[in-house]
């Protein structure tokens, strides 16, 4: 190989790489990241009269690449390694090069010995890592997560609150909960029961969930918004025994033949009945090993799939968050998540067992940016938890917390400028990081922005968690080395409902030396243990995807897509081809003689999959690119073709016209017609929210989100030329110059006011 090579030599490789370049390729497709040489021509001696000679190697200000090593055989013996600064650590680099000296004395003392066990990772360093894993912490001597949080029974404050008025103090609210248990054991509800929760959000929902669990039964959430199709997919796989749900919701469940309960009012006590009567527990209680929640994720199979999380797990993992992050009996927490996202169970329950109060969201004031500033205001709010979209949705909107407060930031990535961004406006910012599997979080981290870290870490391991990093044979990686996240512990959920075999696929057993009982969940997250003791997530290793929190499985759109009779092939990808906006698109081919259209397609989807599934594009091919190997090859898809630029009908008054160009420039489509869809033009709830606070701005009038979803720009504007709203007359400036100088305006209204 090296001689073939010779015949090409008279061609400079910088000239090569540019004329690669030229033709379409990113350097990364063309250039060399990392150099290994062995340097071994010989040196003739050099003699001086009098003079003695030594070797000497010249700093370098710059590396060619991002990292070269280079063995010097001849002279003085030595291993000169060169890295960017920019891209890796001086800690890591010298591990490397431990590691490589350490890799050659094992194969000389054992010439035997395979290549890959060459490099297995030093005693000292298992020995730290295990230290960094020892997080033994004592727990409370209760059973379940009922007997935890009914220990605040005769706390005089504020519990639960909701958008409605509704408001209830900790012992009205046990006694609500009293009253529902009651009737739920009258039912025959205990123990190995499952129950549906369908309900607004709303005191009465958190409730329901209370009784649920007291009665020793496990609760499934049903969110009233899904497609009656994944409803009905979720029903037939959990089989609850009853559904909890509102009068109004009622017909949403018609379909199902599982029985309905509408609970009272909070706060109004059941009319007494003999069918009310309290039934001692006995054995129908439920034990700390048994499951207190299934929640279904997206499920790679095409169809969802139920975690199911015991009583122990949900303590422990309330008593560890209490302490860190940490929350106490003077905070107000706004709960902003639906009941079927899992980090739902911090906003609902961890305010309960310490004695704080808890806000409960309505969904419209959740999803849009203003109401929730007022909320948060009206509240008088100390802490949230929300995704980074959540979050980056609210600074777009010139928010500005108290200096006391405190955000929770997890669902997937929290970017540094967002980090800084936080940072800067709140007392306290935590990162979280965990999947559905180990119940909720499994780490955190306190973000140091005076650090300004080029990566935001995941912390280190919640209390009675470990965090093991390790390679493909399932050997642990040496510090600083990538590999995937497993974790164990207390929190690994119990299973996954009714299916053994992704069971043994993703929970094996623990890679801590002890108990062989212990299993740890293989998490598909790829990350590494840093030097300082700190963990980093450095995306998937498969193709599942996170989006503005969710976690989607390409699979499950997929299979949706191709159940339909015009499709002969489908994938799904996550693209970003402007920074920061993230968005799912659909990669179609039909079936011969089939014209499937992009738009049929997606409301195809949209009855069979939440919203956030749904792909912002769908891009219809002649065949999808592929590798040799016959796997889809996903750098080659293409991106999202934009709408042709003759577009149709002119836009019709000044709403029409200001709403049209603030599409354009949060789409970039560069013309909007007046019977466009917000979303059929690639919208997505992150930039619905945008759109709508760059419209009031623009109009004074408010667009409710729902209605980018349903109706077109001119149905849209249509109420604004009707309203009572104004079109100002800066709105034709450029959008952004506006926003800043709202921002601007607003940012020094609050300083002068503050002073």
Request: with cysteine.
């Amino acid at each position: 190989t090296a001689w073939a090579a010779f015949a090409h030599q008279d061609l400079p490789f910088d000239s090569l790489v540019e004329r690669l370049r030229e033709s379409g390729l990113s350097a990364q497709d063309v250039e060399p990241r990392v150099m290994f040489n062995v340097i071994n021509t010989p040196r003739a001696p050099l003699q001086f009269d009098e003079l003695a000679v030594e070797y000497q190697a010249l700093p370098w200000e710059a590396t060619q690449f991002d990292m070269s090593m280079a063995v010097y055989t001849h002279g003085v013996a030595s291993l000169v390694v060169d890295y960017s600064t920019e891209l890796l650590e001086h800690a890591s680099i010298e591990a490397l090069a431990r590691l490589y000296l350490l890799g050659l004395e094992r194969a000389l003392a054992d010439p035997a010995r395979t290549l890959d066990s060459l490099w297995a990772t030093p005693e000292s360093q298992l020995l730290t890592i295990a230290r960094w894993n020892s997080t033994c912490a004592p727990l409370p001597q209760v059973s379940t997560v009922a007997e935890l949080l009914e220990r605040q029974r005769h706390n005089s404050a504020i519990a639960l609150s909701d958008c409605r008025g509704t408001a209830l103090r900790y012992p009205r609210l046990w006694d609500a909960v009293d009253d529902l248990s009651r009737i739920l054991r009258a039912r025959g509800v205990g123990r190995g029961s499952i129950v549906g929760i369908g309900l607004h959000r709303s005191v009465e929902m958190v409730v329901a969930q209370l009784a649920v669990l007291r009665v020793g039964a496990a609760y499934v959430p049903l969110d009233p918004e899904f497609p009656a199709a994944r409803l009905r997919a979720i029903i037939e796989d959990a089989q609850p025994v009853l559904l909890l749900t509102a009068e109004d919701l009622q017909p949403r469940w018609a379909e199902t033949e599982v029985p309905q309960l509408v609970p009272a009012p909070a706060g109004q006590p059941c009319a007494p009945s003999a069918d009310i009567s309290p039934k001692s527990a006995g054995e129908r209680a439920a034990r700390a090993e048994d499951p207190a929640y299934l929640i279904y994720t997206s499920g790679s199979t095409g169809k969802p799939k139920g975690v199911l999380v015991s009583h122990r797990a949900v303590v422990n993992f309330l008593v560890s968050m209490a302490s860190r992050p940490g929350m106490g009996p003077g905070d107000t927490l706004v709960a902003v998540t639906t009941l079927g996202f899992d980090i739902a169970v911090l906003e609902l329950l961890l305010g309960l067992h310490v004695g704080a109060r808890v806000c409960i969201a309505s969904r419209d004031q959740a999803t849009d940016p203003l109401a929730l500033q007022a909320c948060l205001r009206d509240s008088r709010a100390t802490m949230m938890q929300a995704t980074p979209a959540t979050w980056q949705m609210l600074l777009d909107a010139g928010w500005q917390p108290p200096r006391v407060f405190k955000a929770l930031v997890g669902g997937e990535t929290l970017h540094p400028d967002l980090a800084r961004a936080l940072g800067e406006r709140c007392g306290e910012v935590w990162n979280l990081y965990g999947p559905t599997e180990t119940t909720v979080w499994s780490t955190c981290w306190k973000v140091e922005v005076e650090a300004e870290p080029r990566r935001v870490s995941i912390g280190t391991p919640i209390a009675n968690t470990q965090v093991h990093v390790l390679d493909p044979q399932g050997r642990v990686c040496p510090i600083g080395f990538s590999g995937e996240i497993h974790i164990g512990g207390e929190g690994v959920a119990i299973g996954y409902h009714r299916r053994p075999e992704l069971d043994r696929a993703a929970f094996l057993p623990d890679a801590q030396p002890g108990d062989p009982a212990r299993r740890m969940y293989r998490t598909g997250d790829r990350g590494r243990w840093r030097h300082d003791g700190l963990l980093e997530h450095q995306g998937r290793l498969d193709s599942q995807i996170k989006l503005r929190g969710h976690r989607i499985e390409a699979a499950e759109i997929e299979s949706c897509l191709l159940d339909d009779p015009s499709v002969n092939d489908a994938v799904v990808a996550l693209r970003e081809d402007v920074n920061g906006d993230r968005r799912l698109v659909a990669y179609v081919v039909p079936r011969p003689g089939q014209r499937p259209q992009p738009g049929t397609l997606r409301e195809v989807l949209r009855r069979k999959l939440p919203d956030y599934m749904v792909p912002q594009h769908v891009e219809i091919l002649a065949q999808l690119p592929r590798l040799p190997n016959g796997k889809i090859d996903r750098t080659a898809l293409p991106r999202p073709s934009e709408p042709p630029e003759d577009r149709g009908d002119e836009l019709r008054g000044a709403a029409e016209v200001v709403l049209a160009r603030i599409w354009s420039e949060h789409l970039g489509v560069p013309q909007i017609r007046r019977d466009d869809n917000f979303f059929d033009l690639g919208g997505h709830s992150l930039l619905a929210n945008r759109v709508a606070v760059a419209f009031e701005a623009a109009t004074g009038q408010r667009i409710a989100l729902r209605r980018l979803i349903h109706e077109t720009l001119a149905q849209i504007a249509m109420d604004v030329e009707t309203g009572s709203g104004t079109i100002t007359p800066d709105a034709a400036q450029p959008l952004h110059s506006r926003m800043r100088r709202a921002s601007w305006w607003q940012g020094l209204r609050r300083r002068l006011g503050d002073r």
